[in-house]
């Protein structure tokens, strides 16, 4: 009886069409095999690349039980357990190909088809641009006849690597000998529109830095005021590559001559393997059948009531595809997102860097989150331009191999991998563009905005790179996308290398597999921390009053190399790719003072220009520093204490620029970092708002304008100029201040930091500085030489700083004025260091000076100069300052001093 009732409920499963595990007896539960795709899977578009898509299936059968096939060779189809893998090849077609994919069982009635849609390559014609010929060339002066200017219209681009050098212009060898700036004029075809130029650098001394181009238009005179100017560029002695570079000029024209005036060459030299100029291709037959379909040539929009048959009219079958897709609403909105966007204005990097005297900012502010492969012909679409303005595509490479060693100075030093700054330019015209990509990178928009042009609000412009152009990877940006969980998103999504995060002010550009390690899925508190630090530097150095007046607001750009640890140039600041835990979230920059710390020193090299000179350039940005530390409120500043800088000054005799040791460059930053740390103690902390600073503005406006002319390589020069600003800054006489610091002791030497310079500080400089200062009967400054804002307490004393910073000299002490109210004296006694001092009832005291002193006429003690100093109650007067004749003095914080009566 048990055999009648399987066999009758066998019969009833496969009545039913469900099929079961098998028939159990009664106490057994049955489970029905079951197969399931969801429609939404069954239509693919995909573009031309290869690629694989994966499509879930529900299931509970086994492998053998279903099956797929595929009608096309170019698609092969794998089973997985519960999904289908379809593996597809590149099309080499124009038009667009379909395949069938089949899903069948017999053990359930399963029956399915995908329908696969791979778009063709490019079916716009590409159209190669247009050589201008050069028919002659003059420069200032060449190395000679092998060297000439006619070595770069010769057919021979710059030489590989591993080839020898040779085949380029050079200007004259020897030190001195290339004077800037430097002039080549190129007498060109006047029958041709000259729209970019490509520069292809030599191997070695001579490439580009700074330069500008200027025009003679066809059938003009040729004289000096008939010239115009086209740009203003900086290829960054050709930084990391030996390959062309594309120089987009600011308006097309017809010229006779083209001039390049050059500011700068690396090694002292200008050089060049081959220089070329083109005439763009303009592809405006198309814009108006555009215009027949679509509201505007970005192609974004369709006209309202457009028909099937006005879309297939189009001769482009891109254009079809971003059609079909607005008209179906089915352009996926991620890759929408990304690929049709309005674009803001930026402001001119290079220009603002010299008006406001730092290092440049990037210019990569506009990314597209779209990357393309070498040699894709990229269709770029673009909105109206506003009048004047010139809009340009920018590819930055993956990477690039780029010697550590910053000053040229090693030919052995290792390379490592980073991005680049720059890379090749590609000029945008308005409708449709057509561009051969000539490396494999990111792409970013160009829409920089020459002088002071940003208060003009121009507006933005849309650009559309459409289906089937580029890959979408993606970015986040904060003002945009908001929240963490739309930067999870989005990050979980990319598939390049890099992935960029804008905030307001700061962008990362960092390795995406690392982020996904350090922050998978919280960005805001490292954007938001970041955008903060950024500010206070800005703050400090007076750069925010240029962006809230609306003239800047370029980003600072960071990358992750694959080397080194953390740098600054020009263009972007670098934090190693493995230290990215340490700075993407907020609580593990907290965690260490050395997380926050390090980052503000580079970006501090950024800022500190106006105020800096070689023989400071490791402390002057360390300023940055200690205000970031001070404003996150978890450490103390940095910086050794005034006993040490008291032996090295008075102990030792050394002035500025050598005193202490040379720990980082030939510098002693740990001592050198207290002097501008004091001035903002006691300016901005004592007399001002600590978070909204004054002085050290007014400090960095002096010096980018009235000091302006005077170089950075110039260290004697800039160090006075520094004491003047600094005076009028305060409206105080400092001289006493500087002279602690070591200011106004002659020097003439030649000193090595990142290059080597000949520092001189005469005795007629000194002088007239003092002069300077006198003359304009400003108030005496206090004794801020001797301020700190720290305590032996806040230190163990197995610290350095524990006995460096004394007992007395807290920024309270004068803040609150404090009189000297009780009679401070000493007890003097010999020993092997020196005169051991001991002073009692000196609390009330900033410090204790050693003066000299001279009996006056009527027999009082008059003092004289300072031999030296301390801060502690116990010191040494080192045995190298004789204190014969000496009486010790008692600061007190208005800065008068009290003879202490020796006991």
Not at 443 to 451: R, W
Not at 639 to 661: E, F, H, I, P, Q
């Amino acid at each position: 009886m048990k055999h009648i009732y399987n066999y009758l409920t066998f019969l009833l499963c496969l009545f039913t069409m469900t099929v079961y595990t098998g028939c159990k007896d009664d106490e057994e539960e049955l489970v029905a095999k079951q197969f399931e795709i969801d429609g939404s899977e069954l239509n693919k578009e995909i573009d031309f690349r290869s690629t694989t898509i994966s499509i879930p299936v529900k299931t509970n059968m086994r492998v053998s039980e279903w099956s797929v096939n595929s009608n096309q060779k170019w698609v092969t189809a794998f089973q997985q357990k519960d999904e289908i893998i379809l593996s597809v090849l590149d099309s080499k077609l124009t038009n667009e190909r379909t395949a069938k994919v089949t899903v069948t069982s017999e053990v359930v009635d399963a029956n399915y088809t995908i329908t696969l849609t791979q778009y063709g390559i490019n079916d716009v014609q590409f159209k190669n641009d247009t050589r201008v010929p050069i028919i002659s060339a003059i420069a200032d002066a060449s190395q000679g006849e092998g060297w000439s200017i006619e070595k770069t219209f010769d057919g021979i681009k710059a030489p590989a690597l591993t080839q020898p050098d040779g085949n380029h212009f050079h200007s004259p060898w020897g030190e001195g000998n290339t004077v800037f700036p430097f002039h080549i004029t190129y007498t060109v075809d006047p029958n041709k529109q000259i729209d970019y130029f490509i520069y292809y650098p030599r191997n070695g001394n001579g490439n580009f830095g700074e330069f500008s181009v200027s025009v003679l238009p066809a059938g003009k005179a040729d004289n000096e005021q008939n010239y115009v100017d086209v740009g203003s560029f900086d290829f960054k002695f050709a930084e990391g590559t030996i390959n062309g570079i594309s120089g987009i000029l600011t308006k097309g024209i017809i010229a006779d001559k083209v001039k390049f005036t050059i500011q700068s060459g690396l090694g002292g030299y200008v050089s060049c393997g081959e220089m070329e100029f083109y005439e763009k291709t303009n592809y405006r037959d198309m814009n108006a059948p555009i215009l027949n379909v679509f509201t505007d040539l970005t192609c974004s929009e369709l006209k309202p009531g457009v028909t099937n048959e006005a879309i297939e009219a189009l001769t482009s079958n891109t254009l079809k595809r971003v059609a079909k897709a607005l008209q179906n609403n089915t352009y996926d909105e991620w890759e929408k997102n990304f690929r049709i966007r309005e674009y803001e204005a930026y402001s001119n990097n290079n220009y603002w860097a010299n008006r406001i005297q730092t290092k440049k900012y990037s210019d990569l502010d506009n990314p597209t989150g779209i990357y393309v492969k070498k040699d894709e012909e990229l269709m770029v679409l673009v909105g109206a331009i506003p009048e004047g303005q010139q809009v340009s595509l920018q590819c930055i490479w993956e990477e690039g191999g780029v010697k550590q060693d910053f000053d040229h100075q090693d030919p052995n030093a290792q390379n490592y991998v980073q991005t680049a700054a720059s890379g090749d330019k590609y000029s945008l015209v308005e409708g449709v563009n057509m561009l051969k990509m000539n490396g494999q990178g990111q792409l970013f928009i160009m829409y920089n905005v020459q002088g002071e042009g940003l208060k003009q609000n121009p507006a933005p412009v849309k650009i559309h790179i459409p289906l089937g152009r580029g890959i979408v990877n993606g970015f986040f940006d904060l003002k945009e996308h908001k929240t963490d969980a739309k930067y999870a998103e989005l990050l979980s999504k990319a598939t390049h290398k890099y992935f960029c995060v804008r905030g307001e002010r700061m962008m990362f550009y960092f390795h995406r597999l690392k982020m996904l390690d350090a922050a998978p899925t919280e960005i805001l508190s490292a954007i938001h921390l970041w955008d903060d630090i950024l500010r206070w530097e800005q703050e400090m150095s007076g750069v925010e009053k240029y962006r809230q007046d609306g003239y800047y607001n370029n980003h600072m750009f960071s990358i992750s190399p694959e080397g080194s640890y953390m740098w600054a140039s020009d263009y972007r600041v670098a934090f190693v790719y493995t230290y990215l835990k340490n700075i993407l979230l907020y609580d593990n920059v907290m965690a260490a003072e050395d997380n926050a710390w390090g980052p503000a020193h580079e970006m501090g090299h950024v800022h500190q220009y106006a105020i800096n000179w070689p023989g400071s350039t490791e402390s002057s940005n360390n300023l940055f520093s200690n205000y970031v530390i001070y404003r996150l409120g978890k450490y103390k500043s940095r910086g050794r204490g005034l006993d040490y800088m008291a032996k090295t000054v008075y102990g030792d005799g050394r002035a500025w620029y050598n005193m202490g040791s040379s720990t980082h460059q030939n510098e002693d930053t740990e001592v050198h970092m207290r002097m501008n740390w004091q001035l903002w103690i006691y300016y901005e902390l004592c007399k001002g708002t600590a978070e909204n600073p004054t002085i050290w503005p007014r400090i960095f406006e002096i010096m980018r304008t009235t000091y302006k002319d005077i170089p950075e390589s110039d260290p004697g020069r800039r160090q006075m100029a520094f004491v003047k600003a600094v005076c009028d800054a305060t409206q105080e006489d400092l001289t006493e201040f500087f002279e602690t610091w070591g200011f106004f002791k002659p020097v003439s030497e030649s000193i090595n930091q990142y290059g080597t310079f000949q520092y001189t500080v005469s005795k007629s400089m000194i002088t007239e500085t003092k002069q300077y200062i006198k003359n304009k009967n400003y108030p005496k400054a206090a004794p801020i030489q001797y301020i700190e804002d720290r305590k032996q307490e806040f230190f163990s004393e197995g610290d350095y700083r524990f006995k460096e910073i004394g007992n007395v000299g807290y920024y309270t002490t004068f803040k609150d004025n404090v009189q000297i109210s009780k009679t401070p004296t000493y007890t003097e006694k010999a020993s092997t260091q020196g005169k051991a001092i001991s002073v009692s009832n000196g609390e009330q005291a900033v410090a204790f000076e050693v003066r000299k002193q001279e009996t006056g006429s009527n027999g009082e003690k008059i003092m004289g100069d300072v031999v030296y100093f301390s801060n502690s109650f116990e010191f040494f007067v080192p045995r190298t300052v004789s204190i014969a004749g000496c009486g010790i003095y008692a600061v007190q914080a208005d800065g008068a001093r009290i003879l202490m009566e020796k006991k």
